[in-house]
């Protein structure tokens, strides 16, 4: 497989975003029900290109991350928040997350961040790994928040500076 290409999103990714993250929905990482028909568009009024950078591969769209902004409050304008990371399934375990993820905090950098935070389910070790091998450590746990699948699952807060 060839290497992955790293881009903002454009208005135009859309459609195929939508596909991607219909397809890869687990209860492994959503805390919302599976999509169903009629699918709402990937981007609204609280999802907006610019808060996205997509993989390709080839022509093919494999990945994105979304990095938003917590809060609108001035105070807290320095952190961003990961707040969406997926990768096609024939493109896990090419480095596509990892590189993703190192896109996301230049981004975050570059945009005069000094903080990068997510939210992980408990469960979901994969990506747990990966976010403490790119230097992000677990800040907070609130035990049992989600009742996913008749079972309750941690949420756990991790966090990282940009300064280093």
Known sequence: ???SRIRPAVQ???EALGE???ETWSPLHAVSPRPRPPYDPFY???HR????LVAE???HL???IRIARPTTLPCNAHVRQIQGLAVRESARGHGVGRALLRAALLHARNQGARRLTLR???HNVAARRLYEAEGFAVEGVLPGEFLLEGEYVDDVFMGRSLLD
């Not at 290109?49 to 996205?52: A, G």
């Open 62 to 64: 494999v990945g994105y």
């Open 1 to 3: 497989m060839s290497e």
């Open 120 to 122: 992980v389910l408990g």
């Open 44 to 46: 609204d009024d609280r």
């Open 12 to 14: 135009d990714d859309d």
């Open 57 to 59: 591969i080839g022509d």
């Open 49 to 52: 290109p610019e808060e996205h």
């Open 20 to 22: 991607l993250d219909r």
